[in-house]
């Protein structure tokens, strides 16, 4: 039987939106998919309710060891469902990217970085010229004054509050700030790539039927190896709830289980809080099966699990 929680949330196809970039560009590096574009990874956690693993250095707080951010590394299960849904493409960029630069792209990115800097310039200096405006009648009267002791005629002297500005403007355009480069998650220019295909093994494929199974239904599913089993599963999104079930994935169906085997898991699940959960291939209906399995502990020793 299925957890619980899944029967009370919204079916998969009911929470899907469409996507304005379909297919997502998952990159292949070290055999492992990566998503680099802070949008694409939004897309699949929000809407398509992939979560992956994030592995990298959050660009606000790069000296933060308790937070990751991008990229993303997504699984072989969560790979080969996208895949089939046709919302991803797994491309090899790794030839392009140990190569140098050609003169083309050198120049692309410095005037992007250009761009970008000329950007950050705008704000500061209109929020400079704002506070100048508030003062303008001051200014002017003091340029006035100044050029009177410096024995200019009363008659000659024209001063307007345009050019004063202009002259201001000028003088801040040609003054050094200090700014913040950006420093793209994704790689900002176009390289060649190559499309790759995505081969499981026996095992493996095993697996992504659970994990299929389990998406179909709804909530959130993460690799469990960090609590000792094959999936975790969750009510929403993982960044606000905690798992609420632990689900082993039984590669052989037809071979008894074994008592120690059980009782280790359903001990385990008691010691996090979980519920737990067995999983495994029926071929009568060539479907998935789950069995939810409780500790009941040493209340009645003659009474087996």
Not at 45 to 72: D, E
Not at 160 to 166: A, K
Not at 257 to 262: E, G, N, R, S, T
Request: with cysteine; aromatic share 8%; hydrophobic share 40%.
């Amino acid at each position: 039987m299925l957890p619980v929680f899944l029967k009370y949330l919204a079916p998969a196809g009911t929470r899907e939106m469409a996507c304005k970039k379909v297919p997502i560009v998952v990159n292949i590096q070290q055999r492992r998919g990566l998503i680099y574009d802070a949008e694409d990874y939004f897309t699949l956690r929000g809407v398509y309710r992939i979560v992956g693993n994030l592995i990298g250095i959050p660009v606000s707080h790069p000296r933060n060891v308790n937070q990751q951010g991008l990229p993303a590394v997504l699984s072989c299960y969560e790979l080969k469902l996208l895949l089939e849904k046709n919302l991803v493409r797994l491309v090899d960029k790794n030839a392009a990217f140990m190569t140098a630069p050609n003169d083309s792209q050198t120049e692309r990115y410095l005037n992007m970085t250009q761009q970008q800097k000329e950007e950050l310039r705008k704000p500061v200096i209109e929020k400079r010229l704002e506070s100048f405006r508030k003062h303008l009648p001051r200014i002017i009267e003091g340029k006035r004054q100044k050029l009177i002791k410096s024995g200019h005629d009363l008659k000659g002297i024209y001063i307007t509050p345009e050019r004063v500005l202009q002259d201001e403007r000028d003088r801040l355009a040609k003054e050094p700030f200090d700014i913040l480069l950006q420093l793209p998650t994704k790689h900002p220019l176009e390289v060649d790539s190559s499309f790759l295909p995505l081969h499981l093994s026996a095992e493996e494929t095993l697996k992504f039927r659970v994990f299929k199974a389990l998406w179909n239904e709804g909530g959130y599913i993460t690799v469990g190896d960090a609590f000792g089993c094959d999936f975790l599963l969750y009510p929403d999104d993982p960044l606000y709830f905690h798992a609420s079930h632990m689900v082993h994935v039984l590669k052989d169906k037809a071979r008894r289980l074994d008592v120690k085997y059980l009782i280790r898991i359903c001990r385990l699940a008691i010691v996090v809080n979980k519920l737990c959960v067995i999983a495994y291939l029926d071929d009568r209906c060539d479907g998935v099966v789950f069995e939810t399995v409780e500790w009941e502990g040493n209340a009645n020793k003659s009474d087996s699990i």
